[in-house]
Every structure is written in C-alpha cells, then in structure tokens.
C-alpha cells in the first residue's frame, strides 16, 4: 500500500495550494480518507476526513471555511484545497486513511507547507 502526496511548497499568507494524493495498492473506493497535519513543535492533527463516496466532509474548526477535501475515485486520488493561509498553518501534511472498520490505518509520506507572512 503506498499513499503519495505531493503539491506542498511555499506559499504568501492569503495564498493558496492544492495537495494531491494517490493512493496505489487499496480499492481506493472502499476507504474513508483525510487529511492530518503536523505543525513544528505539535502533536499530529486530523483536519478533514471524506466518506467513501465523497459525499460527506467534516474539518477541524480551525480550517472550517478555508479548506477543502475533495476525492476522485476513478483516479484514486484525494485532495486538499487550501485557501486563505496563513502562518498557523505551516505543517508537514499526511494523507491517510480514516476509520474504515476493520481495516488498518495507512500513512503517506508528508508533504510539507510554509506559509510566510
């Protein structure tokens, strides 16, 4: 199983950026994803999980507005759009998979962000 994120990078604050991440080796359909997020110094954070359809979402509060978790099944992809950054929310992001019962959790590798002010 191998999750590969990618779109990090350097951003202004009030900018934006686009994670992707696919996912090989799952019948991607059958898996609730998310998104987590360390920040330096900070425990790891889950700020976004999707249904299997991707017809449901739910955030953290602190990204509630700004972000968006979207998923292509036929690309067995995930994404994270992100909007309005800003310093806070400066992290190494890690796609996963979600509580998908009886199932084990899967990590991708990170990817980092930096927001500059």
């Known amino acids: 199983v191998q999750l590969q994120a990618s779109g990090g990078g350097l951003v202004q604050a009030g900018g934006s950026l686009r994670l992707s991440c696919a996912a090989y080796?799952?019948?991607?359909?059958?898996?609730?994803m998310a998104w987590s997020r360390q920040a330096p110094g900070k425990q790891r954070e889950l700020i976004a999980h999707?249904?299997?359809?991707?017809?449901?979402?739910n955030y953290v509060d602190s990204v509630k507005g700004r972000f968006t978790i979207s998923r292509d099944n036929a690309k067995n992809t995930v994404y994270l759009q992100m909007n309005s950054l800003n310093p806070e929310d400066t992290a190494v992001y890690y796609c996963?998979?979600?509580?998908?019962?009886?199932?084990?959790?899967?990590w991708g590798q990170g990817t980092q962000v930096t927001v500059s002010s």
């Open positions: 996963r998979t979600y509580i998908n019962i009886g199932r084990p959790i899967y």
């Open positions: 080796g799952i019948t991607f359909s059958d898996f609730k």
């Open positions: 999707i249904s299997r359809s991707g017809d449901s979402t």
